[in-house]
Nanobody, 121 residues
Framework: QVQLVESGGGLVQAGGSLRLSCAASGTIFRINTMAWYRQAPGNQRDLVASITSEGSTNYAESAKGRFTISRDNSKNTVYLEMNSLKPEDTLVYYC???????????????WGKGTLVTVSS
C-alpha cells in the first residue's frame, strides 16, 4: 500500500513563511503528478499547486508569486514553500499524488491526512 505523510504545518505570523513536506512511501513503481490542495471546513478542496514528474508546475492565482512547489523524485517527496503568508491562507493543506503501485496496470490517486496552517494577523 501507499501512504502520504505531510509535515511542516503550524502557526506563523502574517508575512511569515512555512515549508510543507509530503513523503510518499510503499510499493511505488512510479509517481506521476504531485500536488497540494487546501480546504476550509464545509468547503471544497481547492488546488494550490501541482508538479508533474518532469517538473512542470501549475499554480492557483492565489498562490502565484508567493508559493513554490518542488519535488525530490529520489525521496518521493513534494514540498510547498509558502512566503508572504496571509490570514486567509489559514486552512488545512492536503498532499496529493497520482501513483502507479508495483504490480498494477493503472494509476491511483492518494491523499495525505492534511496539515493545518494557521496565519495570525
Amino acid at each position: 500500500q501507499v501512504q502520504l505523510v505531510e509535515s511542516g504545518g503550524g502557526l506563523v505570523q502574517a508575512g511569515g513563511s512555512l515549508r510543507l513536506s509530503c513523503a510518499a512511501s510503499g510499493t511505488i513503481f512510479r509517481i506521476n503528478t504531485m500536488a497540494w490542495y487546501r480546504q476550509a471546513p464545509g468547503n471544497q478542496r481547492d488546488l494550490v499547486a501541482s508538479i508533474t514528474s518532469e517538473g512542470s508546475t501549475n499554480y492557483a492565482e492565489s498562490a502565484k508569486g508567493r508559493f513554490t512547489i518542488s519535488r525530490d523524485n529520489s525521496k518521493n517527496t513534494v514540498y510547498l514553500e509558502m512566503n508572504s503568508l496571509k490570514p486567509e491562507d489559514t486552512l488545512v493543506y492536503y498532499c496529493f499524488a497520482n501513483i502507479r503501485v508495483r504490480g498494477n496496470f493503472y494509476d491511483t490517486n492518494y491523499w495525505g491526512k492534511g496539515t493545518l496552517v494557521t496565519v495570525s494577523s
